[in-house]
C-alpha cells in the first residue's frame, strides 16, 4: 500500500520546490487529502490551542455529553446506529463575521487563542490555494476570488471530542462524508487516532502527528478543476481509549459566491466536456444539509437541474 502523503510545506523555498508541487498534485490528484509539517504555524501557538481545547471540553462538555449518552441509552446500544454521530463538538465561525463572542463558556485566554489560531490558519488556507492555482495552471488568485462572493469567503472552525466509546463497531464517531465547501485544515490529536479516507475500495487511516496540518479538498475544488481534483469520502472511528480532539478550519466560498469549473480547465474542443453545474454556494449547502452523509453524486445532479436560474458573471481575475 502507498504510504499517505505528508508534505513538508518548507521545501518550496528551495530546490526542492518542483519535487514538493510535484507531491502536492499527486496528492489532490489521487488521495483528495495530504498532512503538512513545516507549515508554518508556530508549535508554541498549536500546543496552547490544544491544552485549552482540551480543558474547556473537561470543564464545561465532557459532563454534557455523558448525559446524552445516558438520555439516549447509547451504552447498551444492540445494532448499529445510523442517525447520530459519537461526538461532543461546536463551531466557531471567524468570516465574513465572528460569532466568536457568541459562544458561552469560553474563557477569554481561550477566545484569544482561536482568534490568533484562526487568522494562521486562514493564512495557510489562501497559500495553498495559490499553490493549488499554480499546479493547475489558473492565473495566481483565481481559487480566492472564485470564493470571494460579495463579502469574502466563508471560514469557520468545528472544535470537536470524542470521547472514548464502549461500541465503536456499532456508533461512528462521525459518519462517512465528503466536505461541501473549500479546504479543509485540520489540526487533530497526536495520539488518539480515528480519521479515516476511502481510497481504492478500501479504508486507510489518516496518520496522527505532532504540529501537522491535515488538508482535505471539498467538493467546490472538485467542481471548480472540473474533477481533476476531488473530495474523498472520509470518517472518525470512534476510539475505546481516549478522547480524540479534532479542530478543523472549513474555508468556504461566500453564499452568493457562483460556482463553476474554472473555463482554462475545460476542455476546449468539446462543450460537453464540463462535467460540472454552475450554482450558488448558499444553495449547494441547503442541499447538502439534508444530504450530507449520502453521495455527492445525486448533490451535483440536483444542481445541474437548477443550473438554468443562475445567474453567470465571470470572477474577475484583475
Known amino acids: 500500500m502507498e504510504s499517505f502523503p505528508v508534505i513538508d510545506l518548507s521545501k518550496l523555498n528551495g530546490e526542492e520546490r518542483k519535487p514538493t508541487m510535484e ?9 483528495g487529502f495530504f498532512e503538512l509539517v513545516n507549515h508554518g ?11 485549552r481545547t482540551k480543558e474547556h471540553y473537561r ?11 445516558a438520555s439516549k441509552g447509547l451504552e447498551g446500544v444492540q445494532s448499529e446506529i445510523s442517525d447520530l454521530d459519537w461526538e461532543s463538538t461546536f463551531f466557531l465561525r471567524h468570516l465574513p463575521e465572528s460569532n466568536m463572542a457568541e459562544i458561552p463558556d469560553l474563557e477569554e485566554d481561550y477566545r484569544k487563542v482561536m482568534k490568533e489560531f484562526a487568522l494562521e490558519v486562514e493564512k495557510l488556507a ?16 483565481y481559487l480566492k476570488k472564485a470564493f470571494y462572493g460579495s463579502k469574502g469567503p466563508n471560514f469557520g472552525t468545528k472544535v ?3 470521547p472514548p466509546c464502549p461500541k465503536p463497531d456499532l ?14 485544515l485540520l ?7 480515528g480519521l479515516q479516507l476511502f481510497k481504492d475500495g478500501q479504508w486507510i487511516d489518516v496518520p496522527p502527528m505532532k504540529h501537522s496540518i491535515v488538508i482535505n479538498l471539498g467538493d467546490q475544488l472538485e467542481v471548480i478543476t472540473n474533477g481533476k481534483y476531488k473530495s474523498v469520502l472520509h470518517r472518525v472511528i470512534a476510539q475505546t481509549d481516549g478522547t480524540r480532539m479534532s479542530i478543523a478550519s472549513f474555508y468556504n466560498p461566500g453564499s452568493d459566491a457562483v460556482m463553476y469549473p474554472a473555463p482554462e480547465l475545460v476542455e476546449k474542443e468539446a462543450e460537453e466536456s464540463q462535467i460540472y453545474p454552475k450554482f450558488v454556494f448558499e444553495d449547494y449547502m441547503k442541499l447538502y444539509a439534508g444530504l450530507k452523509f449520502q453521495a455527492k453524486k445525486p448533490r451535483f445532479e440536483a444542481m445541474k437541474a437548477m443550473e438554468s436560474t443562475v445567474n453567470m458573471d465571470p470572477i474577475a481575475t484583475a
Do not use: P
Open 171 to 184: 456508533i461512528k464517531g462521525l459518519r462517512a462524508h465528503t466536505d461541501a465547501g473549500g479546504i479543509i
Open 187 to 193: 489540526f487533530q490529536d497526536d495520539k488518539v487516532s
Open 41 to 51: 504555524i508556530s508549535h508554541d501557538l498549536l500546543d496552547t490551542v490544544e491544552r
Open 160 to 162: 470537536s471530542n470524542y
Open 126 to 141: 489562501e497559500q495553498l490555494l495559490d499553490l493549488l492555482c499554480e499546479n493547475l495552471g489558473l492565473e495566481k488568485g
Open 59 to 69: 470543564k464545561c462538555m465532557e459532563q454534557r455529553f455523558k448525559e446524552m449518552v
Open 23 to 31: 507531491k502536492i498534485e499527486d496528492a489532490c490528484e489521487n488521495w
